[in-house]
Structure formats: C-alpha cells, structure tokens
C-alpha cells in the first residue's frame, strides 16, 4: 500500500544529435549575457568546447572556458571555478562534460549565490532559491547529472565525499546530443554506463521507490541492456550512444526525482571514490553484484523484475518460480558484472587480493575507513538491506560485502581504471 511519495522534476530537456550548434533560441529563454564553460581537461582535448562555443556565440558572448574540474570534482576546483566566475562577469553556467564538470558547475553556482563556505551548504535542503542559471550537456552517458538536484564534490583533506541536495541545484536546461559522446573511449563508456544501470537498480529496489521512479527505472533498465555493449564496441554508431544518453538521463530522473539517494553500491562507490580516487562508475561496476546479492535477501520479487527488464530468459518457469527463488536476478547481475572466470589472470589485474596483499599494501585502515564512511554514508538510508542489519544476514553474504570491499581497494592501489567495467559489458 502506497501512503506517501513525492517525485519532482526540474530541468527541461531537449535531446537531438547536433543540438549544440544551434543552442541559441533556448539561452535565450534564460536571459542571460555572458556564459562560462565549465569542462575539464579531457573534454577540451577533445575538441568538443570549440563546438560548443561556436554554438553559445550564435547569441551570447562566452566570457571564458574554465576547464579545470579534476576527474573527482573537489571543494578547492569549486572555489576556483567560482572565482574565475566572478572575474569574468559570467551570468550563465555551462557545464559540457561528465560528472565531475557538471556537479563542479553546480556547486560553484552556490558559491556564486550564496557565497561562503561550501561545506555551510552539505546536506539535504539547505538552498533557499534560485542559483545562477546553468545548462549541462553531458559528454558520457552515466551520471544523469544533467537532471539530478544532487551534486558530489570531494573533500581532499577529509578525503571523502560531500553530497549537496536541493532542487536549485538541478540545472535549468540540459541538452542531449550523443553527437557529444562520440569521442568518448570504450573503458569510459562501460564505466559510465555501468553507473546509469546502477542508478535504476539502486532507485527501484530502494525504500525511496514509487510508481513514477518505478517505471523510469525499469525504461532505463531495458535500454541500458539492450545498448550498452554496443556503444562500447562501436562508439562511432550514433543509434546505440543515443539510446545509452536518454537512458542515463532517465536513470536520473528515476533516482533524483524520487527522493535522491541512492543505496549500498553508491554508498561504498562514494566511500571508496572519496578516499582512492578510483572512477564512480568503475567502482560500481565492481560492487554491483555484491550488493545484488546483498540486496536481494530484502526485496528478490523486485529483482527478479529486473531481471525480466535486462531481458533474462526465465527458460519456461512460472513467473512465481524465478521470483520465488531469486536466482535469476542473480543470473542478471553476473550477465552485466561478469562471471569471475572471465576475470584477466595476468598480474595486477582484477583477483582476489589475499590478507597479506592488503596488510603489505597498507595495513587495515584503508579498509577501516571505507566502512566507515560506506556505512554511514547517505545512500546507506534507502538501501533495502541495512547494513547495521548485516550480522544477521547469512555468513556468505556478510563475507561479499567485505570482499567486495577489498577488492575496489585493491584496484586503486595497482592502478586498474577501467577494466572491471569493460569486463562488464563483454559478452
Ligand atoms: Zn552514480
């Protein structure tokens, strides 16, 4: 039975391969004069701001490109961002890139509006009003950035993750053009578009579910598995990169419109994110199924559903029977994370680091301090499976958490950034 949900949307959206060229009759809706790019390196090495600007220039003047967001977008980037802002007299944010660029807009327009400290801003709800007005036009198919009142920034010295939410945050106006994401390489690819399937996992299995954010997540579901593989063997098909950039964007919608956080995967992403650096997406890729099969003791009717949407075949059984056993949702989370013998054998690649692999590297307080701030962090309040509840849950469970733990750990430290997400959309 249903007794509350709230489900808000923000942006508007606008989606058409080319888009960028012509952008100008819809700045033109905000009434802005003078635009700042925001992006970061890879972005401007790609040749993709110069489309933009060229764009932008049909009716505004761009009064400069700030394309310093660091792969983790971080509290000293934001501060910088704001600054250069407030030089050039900008009036209108344009953030072309992936996560970390849009979410260091974002939370630069606080700066702007509100100024002080970023950290006085932490949390859920603190805005009081409109921010600068600011378009995003993502460059990967992954965060849904674009259209989440969510933006993560990392703190180096705390060396963690601060989540900001509020409905100002959302951007006013996101464009999707997959002709932006062409040039995206195929470990970025997986990365990304493993991070929009585990937004719609984590959105529709968590307590923050309801029809709305029910029904965009098992469309972004389905999409992400009938496209991922293919946007990440042939980035150049537009059909497939397209298809990959609305499911992302739905992904978002699903998770940010429903209430925002997301559960035990982002948690521990996060977590880990905020103390290795590793990549969002590829740390997700890593921890899904564990937190699959963490997960499905809580809610298995639900992920038997996704399951049915990634396209598993029940192979002739009852509808009752895969849900009642839940083993195909567990078929469903190695079909996309892969089967463990698949996994590369050669040296410093994806295994199972041993006991002594992780004291040598550096004791237990790496690990101490991912479980920490993954157990308390703000994803950890919808998961359908509390962690405080993981004593209870049977021994192997327990242990997979754990291992799953140790094994992003272990790939931060030999330097693996993509691989375990390329592992994940092989066929
Ligand atoms: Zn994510």
Redesign the pocket.
């Known amino acids: 039975m249903i007794d509350f949900f709230e489900f808000q949307l923000r942006p508007r959206v606008l989606y058409k391969a080319g888009l960028v060229d012509d952008i100008g009759p819809e700045i033109a809706n905000l009434g802005a004069q003078r635009a700042l790019i925001v992006a970061d390196e890879g972005v401007a090495r790609a040749g993709l701001l110069d489309r933009v600007r060229a764009g932008l220039e049909r009716s505004i003047t761009v009064a400069g490109i700030f394309a310093e967001a660091p792969p983790n977008s971080s509290v000293a980037a934001v501060a910088r961002g704001a600054d250069y802002a407030r030089e050039c007299g900008a009036d209108l944010i344009v953030a072309v890139g992936g996560?970390s660029p849009i979410d260091t807009a974002k939370a630069m327009r606080i700066l702007l509006t509100e100024g002080g400290r970023l950290h006085d801003y932490e949390g859920y709800n603190l805005l009081t009003r409109s921010l600068t007005p600011m378009i995003a036009i993502p460059t990967t198919a992954?965060?849904g950035s674009e259209v989440t009142a969510w933006a993560v920034i990392r703190d180096e010295v705390a060396r963690m993750k601060l989540a900001f939410s509020s409905i100002y945050l959302a951007p006013d106006l996101a464009i999707l053009d997959p002709e932006m994401t062409l040039s995206l390489p195929p470990g970025l690819t997986a990365a990304t578009g493993i991070?929009a399937l585990?937004?719609a996992i984590e959105s529709f299995v968590g307590s923050n579910a309801n029809p709305i954010s029910d029904s965009l997540a098992l469309q972004a579901i389905d999409m992400i598995s009938n496209n991922l593989r293919d946007a990440t063997y042939d980035g150049s098909d537009i059909e497939p990169r397209g298809q990959m950039l609305i499911a992302s964007c739905i992904a978002g919608m699903a998770f940010s419109g429903g209430g925002g956080s997301?559960g035990i995967v982002?948690a521990l992403?996060h977590a880990i994110g905020g103390a290795f650096e590793t990549h969002?997406?590829t740390a997700?890729a890593i921890l899904l199924p564990y937190g699959m099969q963490f997960n499905s003791v809580a809610v298995p009717n639900r992920f038997a559903r996704i399951a049915r949407a990634m396209g598993v075949n029940s192979g002739g059984r009852s509808e009752e029977d895969v849900i009642a056993d839940g083993i195909r949702c567990r078929c469903a989370g190695r079909r996309l994370a892969g089967d463990r013998r698949d996994r590369p054998r050669r040296r410093g690649a994806l295994c199972q680091p041993t006991p002594g692999d992780l004291r040598r590297r550096a004791g237990d307080r790496p690990r101490r301090m991912v479980t920490r701030h993954g157990d308390t962090e703000h994803c950890v309040s919808v998961s359908p499976c509390l962690v405080s509840e993981a004593p209870y849950l049977p021994p192997l469970t327990q242990r997979s958490y754990y291992r799953a733990i140790s094994q992003v750990e272990m790939c931060s430290w030999v330097g693996i950034p993509h691989s375990s997400a390329w592992i994940a959309v092989r066929d």
Do not use: R, S
Request: net charge negative; charged share 10%.
């Open positions: 996560g992954g965060t991070d585990v937004h997301l982002h992403a969002h997406g997700n």
